[in-house]
């Protein structure tokens, strides 16, 4: 039973992230949200759970895991609900967000209970396979499941995990253990700082293009953005326990590896939102056709996360990752060229594919670079900060690469907003702004693909660090 709960709250938080994009192009027709609004939706629940990610962890560790793991559980639920009832885009927008301080504090307590719920052995080997299975598995669940409900109401997609969410924290109190607390000192000013810091940046790249450039607003969060963040390492020094200990990054093929998973992570956010808005505003798809049409990205990521874990230890990781990034910039700006005339078979299922393929060539050595070489005791930390990475790439690239997206619609005579009261040349700017952000997915992985030229690390290391995660896995 305890395997069950704690897969479940993994699948509900994948699921959510992937059916979020199919129900874009619906909730912003039905909120009347403009382009900026409707990024948001995503934004402030990734910028949420990626600020306050390692502090949730922290939260488990001090004060009882299953204690926390019910309360993120419970946020994330009523925060769903409120997803599902909200009837203007403040609502939604904060219920997104509530939705990611859930889901900070519940997901790493997930992973930490696995390996103190089951005995080290066959018992947790089982767990945290069913575990990892759940990413896979709720991906791809989530482009038809999430299609399907969207089709009837984007209001489903939130509402589904309220059953789901109760079931979880009902069954949580019945089959998880609690642990033994030990009190540390909570850097909370520190996840605070980096949120905000985060979200003022965020906040200027997605409403420059529709507010100004020079709008006080704009210029406002930009400025307040970089102070916050550069307070936040000023703390981060000084702190007790600190979120961010600097010791980490004297590597610097280590921070190579944190850049190159910081752009990977924005290419992977964008390019959803895009091509899942792209095929429903300018092609006309609906959203369970929308999400069939993305099945072949996970098979071509799954087989080439297959071939990348055997290959990695034989070859050169910056190889791997430099070859990924190349199939997906070269896939990215030939996807840029695309238009309503556009047909699936076979363009854009053979793009689809192989854009999922040089994903997971480039993204699967990543993460084990950034552990390679260090004791088992830095293991946990440095996942825990790449995956920080990861999540925190997404929102920013996608103030980034949204902001190109909408000024080229507006350049070229376009307008910011649903598509249903837009003329054929409002949309087929639309369309053009949607592919001119390929070009800005295709800019990051080229950075990534620079970035990871500068990571060193060797075969024989990764394979270490491939041994060394499974054994403090099963320990």
């Not at 299975?133 to 997609?157: E, P």
């Not at 429903?280 to 056709?289: A, E, H, K, M, R």
């Not at 830095?378 to 996942?383: V, W």
Request: hydrophobic share 55%; proline share 4%; glycine share 12%.
């Amino acid at each position: 039973m305890a395997t069950l709960v704690l897969s479940g709250l993994q699948l509900m938080v994948v699921l959510d992230g992937t059916v979020a994009n199919l129900a874009l192009a619906p909730l912003q027709s039905e909120l009347e949200l403009s382009d900026a609004g409707r990024n948001w939706v995503l934004t402030s629940y990734a910028l949420a759970f990626g600020g306050l990610m390692l502090l949730g962890g922290r939260l488990g560790d001090s004060y009882g895991r299953k204690k926390m793991f019910i309360a993120g559980v419970g946020l994330f639920t009523i925060a769903s609900l409120l997803c599902g009832l909200a009837n203007n885009e403040a609502m939604l927008i904060g219920a997104r967000a509530l939705q990611g301080v859930g889901a900070a504090v519940a997901s790493p307590t997930a992973l930490a209970l696995v390996a103190t719920t089951f005995a080290a052995g066959p018992a947790r080997n089982r767990a945290i396979a069913v575990f990892a299975a759940m990413t896979g598995v709720g991906s791809i669940a989530g482009l038809i499941l999430g299609g399907a409900l969207t089709q009837v109401s984007w209001r489903w997609i939130f509402l589904i995990n309220v059953p789901i969410g109760a079931l979880i924290v009902g069954l949580a109190v019945i089959a998880l253990r609690e642990t033994a607390a030990e009190r540390l000192a909570l850097d909370v000013p520190g996840a605070i700082l980096a949120t905000l810091g985060c979200t003022g940046l965020v906040f200027a790249l997605t409403e420059g293009p529709e507010l100004g450039w020079g709008s006080p607003a704009v210029v406002g969060a930009l400025v307040a953005g970089v102070v916050l963040l550069g307070v936040f390492l000023l703390v981060e020094r000084r702190a007790e326990n600190p979120l961010l200990p600097f010791v980490l990054f004297r590597n610097k093929d280590r921070v190579a590896v944190f850049v190159s998973i910081f752009f990977a992570g924005a290419v992977m956010f964008s390019l959803a939102a895009f091509v899942a808005l792209f095929v429903q505003d300018v092609l006309g798809y609906t959203p369970l056709q929308a999400g069939l049409a993305f099945v072949p990205f996970a098979f071509g990521l799954g087989a080439a996360a297959a071939a990348s874990s055997k290959l990695v230890a034989r070859i050169e990781p910056r190889w791997l990752i430099v070859t990924g990034t190349v199939i997906m910039t070269a896939s990215l700006l030939y996807g840029s060229t695309m238009d309503g005339s556009v047909r699936y078979l076979p363009t854009l299922f053979v793009l689809v594919l192989v854009v999922g393929f040089g994903v997971g060539l480039a993204v699967v050595p990543l993460p084990l670079c950034a552990i390679a070489g260090v004791g088992s005791h830095e293991i946990g930390p440095l996942s825990a900060i790449a995956q920080v990475a990861q999540t925190l790439g997404g929102p920013v690239g996608l103030g980034i690469i949204g902001a190109m997206a909408t000024s080229k619609t507006l350049s070229l005579g376009g307008t910011s907003g649903a598509v249903a009261d837009m003329t054929e040349a409002q949309l087929a700017a639309q369309g053009a702004g949607y592919m001119f952000a390929l070009v800005g997915c295709a800019v990051c992985a080229v950075i990534a693909g620079i970035s990871a030229l500068f990571i060193r690390f060797t075969p024989e290391q990764v394979a270490q660090a491939q041994e060394a995660e499974k054994s403090v896995q099963t320990t």
